[in-house]
């Protein structure tokens, strides 16, 4: 197997050191683009979409905040009838934790998906899953936000009895959230996918297609 070369540890340890300086311009970087985010306009949203709550209630925009004052939603990928579960939103929210921490900072985490409750309940029951996951079948909000069937969050803040939009995003911007994908970039073969720049002959498959549902490994 090809490999990076074998050192003594003065050796890698000087290795490393000059790797921590990129790092941190990284996370300096990082920085920077929080604070930028933080100052994006903001877009008004009608709140009186009628949601389906878990409990079968029919709920407003304001009340998917639970009282607090921000909002993060994944948006699942689980249309009306879909048969099949997709694995990366199933393995997604595998990798959500318990919501304390977050709670405390005035902030929610939910799921949202255009099925109805009945197909939502199907994957909540097979999974154990906790997360509130809130139906948006039969209201606009999906087509006034222009979200389409694609996963993705979405960033709300609520202020008194206005609702506004402040962030979203999709695909690349996802995953860096993932604690499984973050804990792999810290390893020799990383996510062992086509698209990594690896040592020739480290094991890689296409993209996402190791990926499946926690009960189908």
């Known amino acids: ?43 008004r949203l009608r709140t009186d979409y009628p949601f389906t709550a878990p409990d079968g209630r029919t709920v407003a925009l304001g009340d998917l905040f639970d009282g607090r004052r921000q909002l ?50 199907v994957l909540r029951r097979r999974f154990g899953w906790t997360v509130p996951w809130y139906s948006a079948h039969g209201n606009d909000f999906y087509a006034d936000l222009g979200l389409g069937e694609m996963f993705g969050i979405s960033v709300l803040l609520r202020d008194g009895d206005e609702v506004f939009r402040t962030y979203y995003t999709t695909a690349r911007g996802v995953d860096r959230l993932r604690m499984d994908f973050n804990l792999l970039d810290l390893t020799p073969y990383g996510r062992q996918e086509q698209w990594e720049d690896s040592p020739e002959g480290w094991p890689q498959d296409p993209t996402m297609s190791w990926i499946r549902s926690r009960d189908e490994y």
Not at 18 to 40: F, Q, S, Y
Not at 86 to 105: E, K, M, V, Y
Request: negative net charge; hydrophobic residues 40%; aromatic residues 4%.
């Open 72 to 121: 993060v939603i994944y948006h699942f990928m689980l249309g009306p009838g879909q048969d099949s579960v997709c694995s990366g939103c199933s393995s997604f929210t595998d990798n959500l934790a318990d919501q304390s921490h977050l709670n405390a900072r005035d902030t929610t985490l939910i799921l949202m998906s255009p099925a109805p409750q009945a197909d939502i309940e």
């Open 1 to 43: 197997m090809n490999r990076p070369s074998v050192v003594s540890a003065p050796e890698w340890q000087t290795a490393r050191d000059a790797l921590l300086v990129k790092e941190k311009e990284l996370t300096h970087a990082l920085d920077a683009l929080a604070a930028e985010r933080r100052r994006l306009p903001m877009v």
